[in-house]
């Protein structure tokens, strides 16, 4: 129990940290509402596909679980720059429960903040069948975490903050316009097949995907539910390992410095 | 009885630059020890290899029986460690860094609360406890980052420079509950590049610079090691001139001349009051009019002096930047 409590701390202040961004916790809300009632509301009346504004709403919930997961990355850096990872490492805990609370933080703290926008998309596009939205829903939890350890895994992987956030940059472009949360598969495959082939392998089109067959906007996923949720799952596994693995080993090699 | 910390060859390199260079060095249960060093002298780095921070490059210390390389985990679980630089994030409020602090140094919710409270209203900040990190000064940050150590009271405490940008109110009461915690049963470690602090709360105290421990023992026993009990300052209206300090130098009864401004030199030397009549001839004959003299004990500052041929205001300029 004690052990575990020690774990349930470093969560508890990864999720303080990142809610004592305010403003910027403000502005991606408002930068999400912004998504929905204008881009959203003004596309849909463009598109000729049926439902884009629910199949649009649905995608840009999954990118900003994606894109606020991605900030843990970003914490890294912070607490280099003001000296915390010395802090850290001095505590009497012991660096993998360090690696392990920072890597669910990162992953917890995301999923409580998206969580009441879904709720507002949720609202506003309805959920046909509750059961299929619960798979659905455990697995953009999981997916939220595997974000998180992506991040931890570049963060500590590069030196640079700079790099860091260009990086995160052009991957957020490709990763999010590569994948089906803005348009279906089949328009892509038009554009160039080989952009609805990679769509086929990004975490993103599968949580996507199974967030709209959750809220019963769409009946058929591209490799059924029961593989997309597996995709997700592998994901979650392979990076939240990595992440806890990579975050170990540079913390205790001293490659944080 | 066997020391609580053994430190053996402990080395640590930064690519060229050796900044603490086969450290030896024993400290005592219960006793606070002074690591005196200017700035770059390795002092810091000690600490962190310590506290398992930093990896050694070479050697190795034993913490209450644990070796730091082998078994990391345990030898942390003693230390506690004040740091330096104040280790705070700009967003959270003073309550948070110390509520959370305590929390996973494993405190009771009870202790916690009781602690937290002692804390603030002995460091003068309880009035300001939610109040954020960056709207609050660097003295202010410091007491924080002070307080955690105060708050978790481990078997081993590590201050690192704690009264550095505080106040002289602020410096005794910091320097009062280091004491009492060295009281309560801890074992303090204390470095500081403040000779007078040293001296005031150290039972033994360390001299490092460049990466090595030059001599360790008690401050009164350092200060009786250096020869010439004497120390004679002397204050000038002009420069002394460099042709002065020659002269002054032949004479039997000076040991060492230190020129801590152009017109302060502090003189250690044997039978004072033979000597003093002697100087002041060199100063008349050489038109330089004297302002005041005064005869001191010897200082930390001398010992340190001693034993470097530098002041420790010298050593901090020499310091090599990493």
Known sequence: MKKLKEVLYVIERDVRMFLNHKILLFMRALWFIAQISLFGLIASRMVIIPNYFEYYAAGITVTILYSTAVFIGYDIYEEAEHGIVEYLLSLPISRRKLAVGRSIGGGLRSFIYVAPLMGIVLALIGVRNPLNFMLAFFSLFLFAFGVAGMSITIAMGIKSADKFDILMGALDALIVRLSTVMYPKVFMAQANLMYSELANINPLTFASELFRWGAGIEQYLTFGPLLSVLVIVLFFSLFTLIGIIFYERRLEGGGWQ | ?322
């Not at chain 2, 005794?172 to 801890?186: K, P």
């Not at chain 2, 403040?194 to 350092?222: N, Q, T």
């Not at chain 2, 039997?252 to 030199?265: H, M």
């Open chain 2, 1 to 322: 009885m066997a020391p609580i910390i053994e430190i053996k060859n402990l080395t640590k390199k930064f690519g060229n630059l050796t900044a603490v260079d086969h450290l030896n060095l024993s400290i005592e249960e219960g006793e606070i020890f002074g690591l005196l060093g200017p700035n770059g002298a390795g002092k810091t780095t000690t600490l962190l290899m310590l506290t398992t921070v930093l990896k050694p490059s070479e050697g190795t210390a034993i913490v209450d029986g644990y070796d730091i390389r082998t078994a990391p985990d345990k030898a942390r679980k003693l230390i506690g460690i004040s740091f330096q630089d104040p280790k705070l994030l700009w967003v959270d409020t003073i309550s948070d860094v110390l509520d959370w602090h305590a929390k996973v140094c494993g405190l009771s919710r009870q202790e916690r609360k009781s602690r937290v409270e002692w804390a603030l209203k002995e460091l003068g900040l309880w009035d300001i406890r939610r109040k954020k990190i960056h709207a609050l000064s660097g003295g202010t940050r410091k007491r924080i980052e002070v307080a955690k150590v105060l708050i978790q009271r481990p078997k081993i405490a590590i201050v690192d420079e704690p009264t550095a940008q505080i106040d002289v109110v602020g410096k005794h009461r910091i320097w009062n509950m280091i004491r009492a915690l060295r009281d309560e049963g801890s074992t303090i470690i204390l470095a500081t590049n403040e000779l007078y602090e040293a001296d005031e709360l150290s039972d033994r105290v360390g001299i490092m610079h460049k990466g090595k421990l030059l001599v360790c023992d008690s401050p009164e026993k350092l200060k009786d090691s250096i020869p010439g009990g004497d120390v004679v300052e002397v204050h000038t209206k002009k420069d002394v001139s460099r042709r002065a300090i020659e002269k002054m130098k032949n004479f039997d009864e000076i040991v060492e001349i230190a020129v801590i401004e152009s017109n302060y030199l502090r003189i250690h030397l044997n039978r004072a009051e033979e000597a003093i009549p002697k100087i002041m001839e060199v100063l008349f004959n050489e038109k330089i009019q004297v302002s005041s003299v005064n005869v001191a004990q010897p200082s930390l500052d001398d010992v340190f002096l001693h034993y470097t041929g530098l002041t420790i205001e010298e050593a901090q300029r020499l310091a090599p930047a990493r």
